[in-house]
Every structure is written in structure tokens, then in C-alpha cells.
């Protein structure tokens, strides 16, 4: 029996990077998985089937979580196709490094609207989904905690969601529902490949402030959101966990 048997959960942007991590790794432990994406159909897709095929169960479900109808309309196939809702992992946001002076208005919207709203709005839904007992998994930053420069819009984000956290662990803490976040260091996923922050200049920033001398893998913060799921933490809500070889960005 896996740490999440019988276990339902809703990982949001599943189709890349952590969040497809997330969703195999849950897979394993036995829970069923909704993995949720905005555009990348083909990607969910196969996440979906690759959890199929090692004996799991999984759907892909399109959602923009920052559209209250698309939240709605995402854990009500969930709900219909599983049941209760156990897990939330709120993982899709955007995530754009800019000097003061380029930041723009729409900028701005794109990521507090995704990556802080559409925490709001799928936490909502959640909660409703949940049935005497949850976890929440907020996905943050070590950004929030030391943000680097050109980041102050991104770290705000995950600076909001790390209260957010704080505060609904206390309101929802009599029904039995725990909220973390996780706040990874730099991993290496097909997003900082395709942004640079894998390699060259902030690769060597960001490694010269990690204690444990490497860039993350997916899988290593994979890890840490099954703990956060389980009962092996059912003693644990409010925290943020740096999750990142001991970076101080």
C-alpha cells in the first residue's frame, strides 16, 4: 500500500516540470490524480497515460486557474470522476525576471492573477471537495524568502502565497485541513532550459549561494510534496519548507 492509497488528488500546471513530477510521484503512492493544465494538452496527456500505464489512474483535465468558471468546471469533473478531493497541489504560475523599469501592467496581472488568484480560487474549490480531512500544497519559492534582484514581481507573488498559507492554515485547522508551502531552489525543469536560468550567469549565481553545490531535479521536490500529503505530516500546516540543497538566493 502507498503513503496516498485510496487518495485523490488535483495538481494544477501538471503537464511540465514539477507539477508533471508531482503527479507521477502521487501516482506511485497510489493516489488518483487530476492532472490539470492550461494549454499544454498533448503534455497532460501523456502524463496522464504514463501514470495509466504503470498501473495508476489519472485524468487530464484543461482549466485556466485564474478563471473562477474553469476552476469551477475543473473539480467538478474531478468530483465526478473520483469523488472527495484529498490533496490540492497549487503549482501552475508563471514566473518572469525583470528590472524595475520594464515591469508593465500586464506583467503584473499575468503573474499575481496566476500565480496568486488562481491559488485562491482552486483552494476554494478544494475545500469544498474535501471531506472531513485535506492537504494543501502551496507551491512558493526560496524567492520569497531572499528575493533576488530583477525578481521583486515574482517573489512578491510567492511572498503572498506564503501568507495565504500562513492564514488559511489557522482558518481551516478546525476542519481538519493542513496548508504548506513548498518553496523550491533553482530545478531544472523544461521552463528554466527554455528561460536560461539553468545554465550560464544564474545557474553559477544561484549555486554559489546552495550549500549542497547542484541544481535541483524535479524529483527532489517531488519527494518532499508526497511527504506533505501523507500522514507522515499530518502534525505539520502553516510552514514553508525550503526545498532547494540550502539556498539563500
Known amino acids: 500500500m502507498g503513503k496516498l492509497a485510496g487518495k485523490t488528488a488535483v495538481v494544477t500546471g501538471a503537464s511540465k516540470g514539477i507539477g508533471a513530477g508531482i503527479a507521477k510521484a502521487f501516482a506511485r503512492e497510489g493516489a488518483n490524480v487530476v492532472v490539470n493544465y492550461a494549454r499544454g494538452k498533448e503534455d497532460a496527456e501523456k502524463v496522464a497515460a504514463a501514470i495509466e500505464k504503470a498501473g495508476g489512474k489519472a485524468i487530464a483535465v484543461q482549466a485556466d486557474v485564474s478563471k473562477q468558471a474553469d476552476v469551477d468546471r475543473l473539480f467538478e469533473i474531478a468530483r465526478k470522476t473520483f469523488g472527495t478531493i484529498d490533496v490540492l497541489v497549487n503549482n501552475a504560475g508563471v514566473y518572469e525576471f525583470a528590472p524595475i523599469d520594464q515591469v508593465t501592467e500586464a506583467s503584473y496581472r499575468r503573474m ?54 500562513r492564514s488559511l492554515a489557522i482558518e481551516l485547522g478546525p476542519k481538519k485541513i493542513r496548508v504548506n508551502s513548498l518553496a523550491p531552489g533553482l530545478v531544472e525543469t523544461e521552463g528554466t532550459r527554455a528561460q536560461g536560468t539553468s545554465e550560464g550567469e544564474f545557474k553559477d549565481y544561484a549555486l554559489s549561494r546552495t550549500p549542497l553545490g547542484r541544481v535541483g531535479a524535479v524529483d527532489d521536490v517531488a519527494k518532499v510534496a508526497v511527504f506533505l500529503a501523507s500522514d507522515d505530516s499530518a502534525w505539520i500546516t502553516g510552514e514553508v519548507l525550503p526545498v532547494g540543497g540550502g539556498a539563500r538566493l
Not at 492537504?135 to 514581481?153: D, E, F, G, K, R
Open 112 to 165: 499575481f492573477d496566476l500565480n496568486v488568484l488562481g491559488t485562491v480560487l482552486s483552494t476554494q474549490a478544494a475545500v469544498k471537495s474535501m471531506n472531513g480531512s485535506g492537504s494543501i500544497i502551496n507551491l512558493s519559492s526560496v524567492a520569497s524568502l531572499t528575493p533576488p534582484a530583477t525578481a521583486s514581481l515574482y517573489s512578491a507573488t510567492k511572498g503572498a502565497v506564503d501568507v495565504i498559507t
